[in-house]
T-cell receptor, first 115, second 115 residues
Framework: AQSVAQPEDQVNVAEGNPLTVKCTYSVSGNPYLFWYVQYPNRGLQFLLKYITGDNLVKGSYGFEAEFNKSQTSFHLKKPSALVSDSALYFCAVRDRYSSASKIIFGSGTRLSIRP | DTGVSQNPRHKITKRGQNVTFRCDPISEHNRLYWYRQTLGQGPEFLTYFQNEAQLEKSRLLSDRFSAERPKGSFSTLEIQRTEQGDSAMYLC?????????????FGPGTRLTVL
């Protein structure tokens, strides 16, 4: 069965500092991995995805994520946080060889950037 | 590209009433998904359409829930005899059949409150 774990409910970072939001996954095959962001009272916005190729994936708003197969992780990173990055972040996974198109989401990590 | 739209944005109903939500996907996206999100949790998959065919349904989708996509464009999600446990955000997403098929784009959601 597919699953995603986001071990931190909340991450607090000072503006200008680097940030990391952690994600680990479990799938039976090779994964497709995603990060989404959710602002209050809004739907999820796609940030980036890993399908194949380079383990370092760059996405929207200066975010990037690194796929680590041995650690089954896909941590989200940004070199310099902005107050406007404060939001709820979701990691998601899909089994590459699954016939189902659904993706499984983690429980989310609330990122708070203080000025 | 106007994005995925959902109506209504908010719905308050009394227990036992029926409700219907609508989702308009990104034009020419042939895949459409419904998810449910409760407070503090990530979205949970409910069902998936490819064109007008409903290809997968979650066990979360009880007999009181029904979804349709009659012409392969917009979709409706109906909940009959609503219960307080149905209170949640209902999210719709769509994806294309092309190179970006694995990226699901989400609408703003319909927040349902059952009194």
């Amino acid at each position: 069965a597919q699953s995603v774990a986001q071990p931190e409910d909340q991450v607090n970072v000072a503006e200008g500092n680097p940030l990391t939001v952690k994600c680990t996954y479990s799938v039976s095959g090779n994964p497709y991995l995603f990060w989404y962001v959710q602002y209050p009272n809004r739907g999820l916005q796609f940030l980036l995805k890993y399908i194949t190729g380079d383990n370092l994936v760059k996405g929207s708003y200066g975010f990037e994520a690194e796929f680590n197969k041995s650690q089954t992780s896909f941590h989200l990173k940004k070199p310099s946080a902005l107050v406007s990055d404060s939001a709820l972040y979701f990691c998601a996974v899909r089994d590459r060889y699954s016939s189902a198109s659904k993706i499984i989401f983690g429980s989310g990590t609330r990122l708070s950037i203080r000025p | 590209d106007t994005g995925v739209s959902q109506n209504p944005r908010h719905k308050i109903t009394k227990r036992g009433q029926n409700v219907t939500f609508r989702c308009d996907p990104i034009s020419e996206h042939n895949r459409l998904y419904w998810y449910r999100q409760t407070l503090g949790q990530g979205p949970e998959f409910l069902t998936y359409f490819q064109n007008e065919a409903q290809l997968e349904k979650s066990r979360l989708l009880s007999d009181r829930f029904s979804a349709e996509r009659p012409k392969g464009s917009f979709s409706t999600l109906e909940i009959q005899r609503t219960e307080q446990g149905d209170s949640a955000m209902y999210l719709c997403a769509s994806s294309s059949a092309g190179a970006d098929t694995d990226t699901q784009y989400f609408g703003p959601g319909t927040r349902l409150t059952v009194l």
